[in-house]
């Protein structure tokens, strides 16, 4: 069966760093784009990053450019992204989804589970 | 305040029809794609609608996708009481070289 599976979620105080994993199982990995969405408690959905199936191109939000950077090895089937100095206000469960397409488009067609990031002191 | 604008609910009773409406501009709907999501209480969304018209395999054909313009619209005909959920637009924005959701729709069939 395809799936996504988050993990490295948890409570962080503002300031710190936190890392996220999404591994995947069932699809040729190394064919299609990545994403992650997040969504604050009670809120819509928030587009964080995506990275291209070769790992060559890369687009953040304006929200989270200079802190978060998103990564994967395909060797391994998983997704990354590594969140510096973070705010209250990146508090959200934060999703993976894979891109339909082999770059980047708003067509999200697997999601995960997704893991919960809580920025608090 | 999201780039794509929808209503922020929806509602209807069991076997109506309830279109959703989704607002961009030129630089999101008006040039590219548009997509549709759904989101059941306490689950990740799941792709409903892509390319404005298409259903993934699995989707029932009660659902279905359009767009004109910077305007994009998700019907949903003989509704029922498990399309009770969140509904979002999303679209790639060549301006912020991302994609960008909408605010999402609330549906409840009363």
């Known amino acids: 069966q395809v799936q996504l599976v988050e993990s490295g979620g948890g409570v962080v105080e503002p300031g710190r760093s936190l890392r996220l994993s999404c591994a995947d199982s069932?699809?040729?990995?190394?064919?299609?784009?990545m994403h992650w969405v997040r969504q604050a408690p009670g809120k819509g959905l928030d587009w964080v990053a995506v990275i291209s199936y070769d790992g060559n191109k890369k687009y953040y939000a304006d929200s989270v450019k200079g802190r978060f950077t998103i990564s994967r090895d395909n060797s391994k089937n998983t997704l990354f992204l590594q969140m510096n100095s973070l705010r209250a206000e990146d508090t959200a469960v934060y999703y993976c989804?894979?891109?339909?397409?082999?770059?980047?488009?708003?067509?999200?067609?697997?999601w995960g589970q997704g893991t919960m990031v809580t920025v608090s002191s | 305040q999201s780039v794509l604008t929808q209503p922020p609910s929806a509602s209807g009773t069991p076997g109506q029809r309830v279109t959703i409406s989704c607002s961009g501009t030129?630089?999101?709907?008006?040039?590219?794609?548009v997509n549709w999501y759904q989101q059941l209480p306490g689950t990740a969304p799941k792709l409903l609608i892509y390319s404005n018209t298409l259903r993934p395999s699995g989707v029932p054909d009660r659902f279905s996708g359009s767009k004109s313009g910077t305007s994009a619209s998700l019907a949903i005909s003989g509704l029922q009481s498990e399309d009770e959920a969140d509904y979002y637009c999303?679209?790639?924005?060549?301006?912020?070289?991302?994609?960008?959701f909408g605010g999402g729709t609330k549906l409840t069939v009363l």
């Open positions: 030129n630089s999101n709907i008006g040039s590219n794609t």
């Open positions: 989804a894979k891109d339909r397409y082999s770059g980047s488009s708003a067509a999200f067609d697997i």
């Open positions: 069932g699809f040729t990995f190394n064919s299609y784009g």
């Open positions: 999303a679209a790639w924005d060549d301006s912020l070289n991302g994609p960008v």
